[in-house]
């Protein structure tokens, strides 16, 4: 059977939601576990496709995983494997962040080539020469990433740009080198700060989480610990952005409010109340919003993940918005799918343009990765009519109980089954 969405758009959202742990942190939190053995127990993390397929990865390194509710358990052995499987890694990105904990604990990683991705290319050098900095040597092999090192060392390393992926595999082969690594350019994300965190409780010596200079000490060996996930503030961004487009009110408890400091401020340029609390906001919005420019930028800059809900918003905004896309080069593809819906949108090299209407129509759309259909989804909510939204596996990966959670808030969206066509 195939599933999709149906929305009915001209509904308010108003009412509360919970937000769990963030998938872009949970799975490295799961791959930094490698680093030492024994039991490491991850709290608050969300229930979606990706948590099972990065236990597999790791059940192919020789731990026992079990994923039960929000809570994942990690038995990490004396020795591990040092090849990653390909099936589950060709399923999830992500996984190649298992690259920087195996170095360290096995001097050996063989970690297969992820696919390419809906959201342009994704290259890996970054990860690979901060590694050889550290006294690696990496080769690609058959389709796999080959990483050796007879020995770690610390060393300075210069990211060309603040790659999330780069500067987590090297900060997790850095805990574990001898000596001191000092990681320049590094990324801010808060899910970086929440891996330091946990590295922190298995003893490992971090200075500067959070801001673009890194400083590893490195030590002999770390331990297990427990841990919770930070709130995903991406997913709670896409509830702010669903209330402000719904001229609806919604509380998002279970964020760190300051995570999306310059999103709220936005929502607030385009017409937003906002109202913050120690772990979460209310969004409340009566009118039409008003057009604002977005352009997404590392962290502190507005996130690129949260793209499509900018254009999303855009196209219903009163006014015309430019959005300018800098980390990902291939992320406005999905755009057609919004001028499907009505949306007057042009894009040229890495800025769209969207005049906004004052209400989209409904058709079949397709999503082409995670967050362009969450922002499909937000833009069938202001469409006339019922929005099929396809390909929702790709929503399913990164949004847990996501049709449940727009129905407790009033959207009249289900998931159906049908038979696929032949
Ligand atoms: C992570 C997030 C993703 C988010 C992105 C940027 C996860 C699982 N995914 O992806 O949701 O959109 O951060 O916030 O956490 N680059 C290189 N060479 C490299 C590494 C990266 O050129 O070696 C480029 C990428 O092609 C991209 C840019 O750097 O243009 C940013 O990528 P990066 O920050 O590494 O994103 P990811 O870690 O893949």
């Not at 030492?36 to 990865?57: F, H, K, Q, R, Y």
């Not at 999103?263 to 772990?279: C, F, M, Q, Y």
Request: proline share 5%.
């Amino acid at each position: 059977m195939v599933e999709h969405f149906a929305v009915r758009g001209g509904v308010r959202l108003v009412g509360s939601v919970d937000v769990v742990g963030a998938k872009n942190s949970v799975l490295k939190l799961m791959a930094a576990a490698l680093l030492a053995e024994g039991t490491t127990t991850i709290t608050n993390c969300p229930e979606i496709l990706d948590v099972p397929l990065m236990a597999d990865v790791l059940r192919s390194l020789g731990c026992d995983v079990r994923v039960e509710g929000g809570t994942v358990t990690i038995d990490v052995p004396a020795v591990l494997s040092a090849q990653a499987d390909y099936r589950p890694v060709s399923k999830l990105r992500a996984s190649v962040c298992v690259l920087g904990p195996l170095v360290a604990r096995c001097r050996r990683a063989v970690v297969p080539l992820p696919g390419g991705d809906a959201i342009g290319s994704r290259p890996l050098d970054m990860h690979a020469s901060g590694l050889r900095k550290l006294g690696a040597t990496t080769e690609i092999e058959h389709g796999r990433v080959v990483a050796q090192a007879e020995h770690l060392r610390g060393a300075q390393i210069w990211l060309d740009f603040p790659s999330v992926g780069a500067t987590e595999n090297i900060l997790m082969a850095a805990v574990l080198a001898d000596g001191v690594t000092v990681i320049d350019n590094a990324a801010r994300e808060p899910e970086i700060v929440d891996l330091c965190t946990m590295l922190q409780r298995m003893g490992a010596k971090i200075e500067g989480a959070g801001s673009s200079t890194l400083t590893v000490y490195g030590v002999s060996g770390l331990q297990p610990t427990e841990h919770r996930v930070i709130g995903d503030r991406i997913v709670g961004a896409t509830w702010a952005f669903a209330a402000a487009m719904t001229r609806g009110e919604v509380e998002v408890r279970g964020v760190d409010p300051h995570h999306l400091d310059l999103v709220l401020d936005k929502l607030r340029s385009a017409g937003a109340h906002t109202e913050i609390r120690v772990d979460g906001f209310t969004v409340a919005m009566e009118n039409r919003p008003r057009a604002v420019d977005f352009v997404t930028l590392p962290y502190p800059g507005f996130a690129t993940d949260l793209q499509p809900m900018a254009i999303a918003l855009s196209a219903v905004a009163d006014g015309t918005s430019m959005i300018t896309e800098n980390v990902f080069e291939a992320r406005f593809r999905f755009v057609d799918e919004m001028v499907r819906l009505g949306a007057d949108a042009r894009t040229d090299g890495h800025h769209a343009v969207l005049r906004g209407v004052e209400r989209l129509s409904s058709a079949p759309v397709w999503a082409s990765d995670i967050r362009a259909g969450a922002g499909l989804v937000l833009a069938g909510l202001c469409a006339d009519g019922e929005t099929e939204i396809w390909d929702i596996e790709h929503i399913d990966r990164g949004y847990p109980r996501f049709v449940e959670n727009l129905r407790a808030l009033g959207a009249d969206i289900e998931r159906l089954s049908t038979e696929p066509d032949r």
